[in-house]
């Protein structure tokens, strides 16, 4: 075999899969945008449930108009809406659909993270540095803010809840001369 033939086609073969890796980081550049509509829209929803309360109805229209979810005003914007119904406890889930809405929020903003991830970790790998591949494209952000555990909270409720009637019933046994 002649060398010429063995370097076109290791050429070929290099080429291959540098248009495989162009491929996969567009697949997955496309899927952090989708990951990134589908946190903004569990970010407004979560927002519009807060409205609901009056004490962070402000907090949360000023969140649903600070922009888009990779930029730093509504990070901000969302990290003090957390903090404002962190402070309401347990009435931060008289609001219809907040821990719901909470819930989801929490996979959206995971699943955008772990695409940011991916396409991190593969757009800094040596070979698409290399060729600069997807160059043109600014590396997408971590969405890092607070975590709202209302679930959390709904069990310290909950707790509370039944201790307060285990002593109601200990009181009622005890003034009908129950043991």
Known sequence: MDWPVVIVVA???????VWWLARRIARLTARTAAALDALAEQLGRRARAAAALPAAADLATATLTSGSPDTDA???????LVRELRQLGTAALDA????AENRRLVVARQVYNDAVRDTRSLRSARIPRIFWLARRQPLPQYFDVDELDLDAVENDRREREAVRRAAAEDVGRATSGQS
């Open 96 to 99: 219809p659909g907040l821990l």
């Open 74 to 80: 509504r990070q901000g914007a969302e990290n003090d």
């Open 11 to 17: 050429l070929v073969f290099v080429l291959l899969y």
